[in-house]
């Protein structure tokens, strides 16, 4: 446990959680993570809950598409428990909706047929979760509250890096910030746009925008002025 300590300490950006995270994902057999706000309702779009996450985005994608014939799938699950849970998505017609709903997406990745949740609750957006999905066999005890206790200090970890104020006033909206962070973290468009849940065209479109209020002529250039003018860290 203190060994993730220390090397959560040494995280600075969402990057390094991503990293991490993703280190932690494989450390217990699953293959994604997912870390989510609760949405404003539950039938609202599936993107509006993600914060960070590995998952690929045609996942997302089909998340997105059951959530608007359906229900929202991390909304309903958020909504319906306190405590962390298992699904098995073999389970079918015992799966509450909001599960069921993620297990009929889940059908386009051979890769996913469980999925371990951890509710949380942050102070700004209200409840959320950190999830976990792959295929793997059921967790014991010790283990799943190993990693329910990773979720939490990782989720903690989280918010403090994402509330880090820019150093000086910023022309850049939190979205272009963000794109040009992953972008200095050596993302490509279709990488930034997996981990943001965001089209290649969206993600370009912000990054040409941080060229344009900069005055730059490419995305290092970007970057650079923007790390010399304590836009991004």
């Not at 066999?137 to 820019?166: C, D, N, W």
């Not at 344009?212 to 790390?227: E, F, I, S």
């Given at each position: 446990?203190?060994?993730?300590?220390?090397?959560?300490?040494?995280?600075?950006?969402?990057?390094?959680?991503?990293?991490?995270?993703?280190?932690?994902?494989?450390?217990?057999?699953f293959r994604y993570f997912l870390v989510a706000?609760?949405?404003?309702?539950?039938?609202g779009p599936f993107s509006e809950s993600v914060?960070?996450?590995?998952?690929?985005?045609?996942?997302?994608?089909?998340?997105?598409?059951?959530?608007?014939?359906?229900?929202?799938?991390?909304?309903?699950?958020?909504?319906?428990?306190?405590?962390?849970?298992?699904?098995?998505?073999?389970?079918?017609?015992?799966?509450?909706?909001?599960?069921?709903?993620?297990?009929?997406?889940?059908?386009?990745?051979?890769?996913?047929?469980?999925?371990?949740?951890?509710?949380?609750?942050?102070?700004?957006?209200?409840?959320?979760?950190?999830?976990?999905?792959?295929?793997?066999?059921?967790?014991?005890?010790?283990?799943?509250?190993?990693?329910?206790?990773?979720?939490?200090?990782?989720?903690?970890?989280?918010?403090?890096?994402?509330?880090?104020?820019?150093?000086?006033?910023?022309?850049?909206?939190?979205?272009?910030?963000?794109?040009?962070?992953?972008?200095?973290?050596?993302?490509?468009?279709?990488?930034?746009?997996?981990?943001?849940?965001?089209?290649?065209?969206?993600?370009?479109?912000?990054?040409?925008?941080?060229?344009?209020?900069?005055?730059?002529?490419?995305?290092?250039?970007?970057?650079?002025?923007?790390?010399?003018?304590?836009?991004?860290?």
């Amino acid at each position: 446990m203190e060994l993730v300590r220390a090397r959560l300490a040494q995280c600075v950006s969402q990057f390094d959680i991503f990293r991490f995270l993703r280190e932690i994902t494989g450390l217990f057999g699953f293959r994604y993570f997912l870390v989510a706000n609760r949405p404003g309702s539950a039938g609202g779009p599936f993107s509006e809950s993600v914060v960070i996450t590995s998952v690929p985005s045609e996942f997302t994608q089909k998340c997105e598409d059951v959530a608007t014939t359906a229900v929202n799938p991390l909304a309903a699950v958020i909504r319906e428990t306190s405590v962390p849970s298992e699904y098995r998505f073999q389970d079918g017609g015992s799966l509450p909706p909001g599960v069921k709903a993620l297990a009929d997406a889940a059908r386009i990745d051979a890769d996913v047929s469980c999925w371990f949740v951890v509710p949380l609750y942050d102070p700004e957006h209200g409840p959320a979760a950190v999830s976990f999905m792959g295929q793997r066999p059921a967790m014991g005890f010790t283990e799943s509250a190993e990693l329910t206790l990773y979720a939490h200090l990782i989720h903690e970890k989280l918010r403090e890096v994402s509330a880090k104020p820019v150093k000086t006033a910023s022309p850049l909206s939190d979205r272009e910030r963000e794109c040009l962070l992953w972008t200095a973290a050596g993302k490509t468009s279709v990488e930034i746009g997996q981990i943001l849940d965001l089209s290649e065209h969206t993600v370009n479109h912000y990054l040409n925008n941080v060229a344009r209020k900069v005055g730059a002529v490419n995305r290092t250039q970007a970057v650079a002025y923007a790390m010399r003018n304590g836009y991004i860290d």
